[in-house]
């Protein structure tokens, strides 16, 4: 069964750090693409950033080109989202997705939340 | 940027009813065309990919058509578990991009 666990989300002062982790289990993990998806609250799907097998490339929303940072382990079939000079507006769920680019999102995790407030 | 303009916002139908759900793209994205449901408190979860492929454990009663700029999700039926909000996805192009959303509510 394909799994994947976000987790590190919290409160956040503005201009504030914060690393996501995604962890995924149940498939070969090198041999998908993945992505990051938020939601702020009440509102639709942005797609924010993704990262091809085998973590050379890396595409980003212009929202958050600059300020994070997508990565992959392979040894840990876990993923981090590097997100710094946070705004309120980043305020959302984060859900990471198997797929992206090269295929749908066709898993997603169950989200965690980013509060960036002072 | 290749904007998803879905319609309509919002859609009042009755359990049995036919739904239709449209997606229309600023520029082709060939059959690059996905659809999720989303229920309140739960994470999207993919109903169609390449614009008419059904994913896996998804009900026959969804369909999807449609090609270059123009899509449609058709739910033959619907079940009382079907009342959510539906998105559209390209990936022809990055940025990857999504619809606002239809909402299908209980009429």
């Known amino acids: 069964e394909v799994q994947v666990l976000e987790s590190g989300g919290g409160l956040v002062q503005p201009g504030g750090s914060l690393r996501l982790s995604c962890a995924a289990s149940g498939f070969t993990f090198s041999n998908y693409a993945m992505s990051w998806v938020r939601q702020a609250p009440g509102k639709g799907l942005e797609w924010v950033s993704s990262i091809t097998t085998d973590g050379i490339s890396t595409y980003y929303a212009d929202s958050v080109k600059g300020r994070f940072t997508f990565s992959r382990d392979k040894s840990k079939n876990t993923l981090y989202l590097q997100m710094s000079s946070l705004r309120a507006d980043d305020t959302a769920i984060y859900f990471c997705?198997?797929?992206?680019?090269?295929?749908?999102?066709?898993?997603w995790g169950q989200g965690t939340l980013v509060t960036v407030s002072s | 940027e290749i904007v998803l303009t879905q319609s309509p916002a919002t859609l009042s139908l009755s359990p049995g009813e036919r739904a239709t759900l449209s997606c229309r793209a600023s520029?082709?994205?060939?059959?690059?065309l996905a659809w999720y449901q989303q229920k309140p408190g739960q994470a999207p979860r993919l109903l169609i990919y390449d614009a008419s492929y059904r994913a896996t454990g998804i009900p026959a009663r969804f369909s999807g058509s449609g090609s270059g700029t123009d899509f449609t999700l058709t739910i033959s039926s619907l079940e009382p578990e079907d009342f959510a909000v539906y998105y559209c996805?390209?990936?022809?192009?990055?940025?990857?991009?999504f619809g606002g959303g239809t909402k299908v509510e209980i009429k």
């Open positions: 996805q390209q990936r022809s192009n990055w940025p990857l991009t």
């Open positions: 520029q082709s994205v060939r059959n690059y």
């Open positions: 997705a198997k797929g992206g680019g090269g295929g749908p999102f066709d898993d």
